[in-house]
């Protein structure tokens, strides 16, 4: 559903020029899972937001359901890694719901019953009427998760949405997004720096070049599915592929820190 | 507990304390220009509670009133536009600094010679003309202190441009909204003054500048008295009606860590 086609972005002109992203091209298959990983500073969230219609890219294109994406498509949602500060601190949690729903022609029951219905399906319901800064991080990402269902989008676009909680919260969050992806049908884009969490949540792993980015290779994830973060990660198959990731990405980021051990071991690179 | 009766202390004890002090030193000096407190209080009593009440501390109300609405207004809906477009501020800011630059005194003049006005017309449109600017100004920096993430947000979820604006732009910019409206309250108070003590026929700097200038000095403290009440009041009730419309930003700044 989603074509990807030898997208590349580079800021700036000539010399100051800056190569983010080089030449990516994939497919995600309806309903799939598919997470990108790959070294830190490769350009992931810069690739994402050309997905999402929000950055302009300056070679190659995105088609969605053979649409070419050129602005924020109407069937695709995107969560960030800042919950705290995509939600709105001045209105309630349903507010922030239904923020993307009140533009719909939808009637006034039907746009409650998505919120109601969203916040259920991430277990917020008691926290409807709070604010978002009273809740905790894991929360307020929840309420940014349901925001995005009750869109009802067909492609939700998430960019390491679960980096800035602790690691408990984070399995937690991680099952969660796995349930509501069975429960919507949705088909899951999904940006991390972390190997364990890629290949857990993955039907498929992108794994990227450092800048200007490639894909490097796409590994196929056929764990058994419910997955599940102890039974899941103790199988020979996922150790196996959580290595592999970890191996690839090594060798990109191998060059780069060859590079500062040079420099520090530069007599001239030190003052004094 | 104990910090509530300091706070009252602050509040009220020690204007108390300093009003006594000048009745005391007043009684002892017999000065002309400083008359005692009582004279002053009874004046004061005489003047405004009410006999001139409605001859002019009503318009001088009306004007700071009307002044500031169409200040807000106009600051907001300007300020709307060149927070969210570089290309807007490029050519709007050096007029926005060249005016704000101006003294007020300096347009005085010639605000009356272009409204043909020494009424409400003209003195409305002076106190509005100068609180314009620390609304628009924060209102400016409000809006282009929004969190990208929060504009990128609403973008990717095809917000339509108004309902951008109104769902996310004039809510997250209006805490510093607020703060410039609160400056353009006390400036509207001192445009008040300014402009009836100027030219007027009513108006309570109107009654500063008629005491003034017949040495009638109970009338004229009377009507300081009663200036500086009407600031003091008036930035008691907008913090008041501030804590409560605006709630959330404390209670969002207390949650926040930085």
Known sequence: MLEITALGKTYGTGANASHAIGDVSFEVAEEEFVTVVGPSGCGKTTLLKCVAGLLRPTRGETLLRGKRVTGPPEELALVFQEYSRSLMPWTSVRNNVLLPLRHKDLAKSERNRLVEESLESVGLTAAIDRYPWQLSGGMQQRVAIARALAYQPSILLMDEPFASVDAQTRGDLEDLILRVRDQYAITVLFVTHDIDESVYLADRVIVLTHAPTQVKEIVPVELPRPRDQIATKELPEFVHLRAHVARLIKREQAPAEEGLVAAAGNPGGEAG | ?258
């Open chain 2, 1 to 258: 507990m104990r910090m509530r009766t300091i706070k009252i202390a602050a509040e009220i004890a020690v204007p108390v304390a300093i009003l006594v002090a000048w009745q005391l030193w007043t009684a002892s000096a017999h000065s002309k220009f400083f008359p005692r407190l009582s004279t002053i209080l009874v004046e004061f009593r005489k003047l405004w509670l009410f006999s001139q009440f409605g001859t002019d501390v009503v318009p001088s109300l009306e004007r700071i009133g009307l002044g500031f609405a169409i200040a807000v207004v106009a600051g907001i809906a300007i300020g709307i536009p060149l927070g969210l477009s570089r290309w807007a501020r490029l050519w709007a800011m050096p007029h926005i600094e060249w005016w704000r630059a101006m003294p007020p005194p300096a347009l005085l003049p010639i605000s009356i010679v272009l409204l043909h006005s020494i009424g409400n017309t003209q003195k409305v449109a002076f106190i509005a003309f100068f609180c314009l600017f620390p609304v628009l100004l924060n209102t400016i920096d409000g809006v282009r202190g929004i969190d990208p993430t929060l504009t990128e947000t609403a973008r990717s979820y095809g917000l339509p441009r108004f309902e951008r604006i109104r769902r996310i732009v004039l809510p997250a910019a209006l805490p510093q909204i607020a703060a410039g409206m609160r400056n353009s309250l006390s400036l509207a108070v001192i445009m008040m003054v300014l402009s009836e003590y100027f030219s007027s026929t009513s108006g309570v700097g109107y009654v500063l500048l008629i005491s003034k200038n017949t040495f009638q000095l109970a009338p004229m403290w009377a009507a300081i008295l009663l200036i500086g009440l009407l600031g003091y009041l008036l930035n008691l009730l907008f913090v008041a009606a501030e804590r409560r419309l605006l709630a959330w930003h404390r209670g969002w700044r207390a949650a926040t860590p930085t």
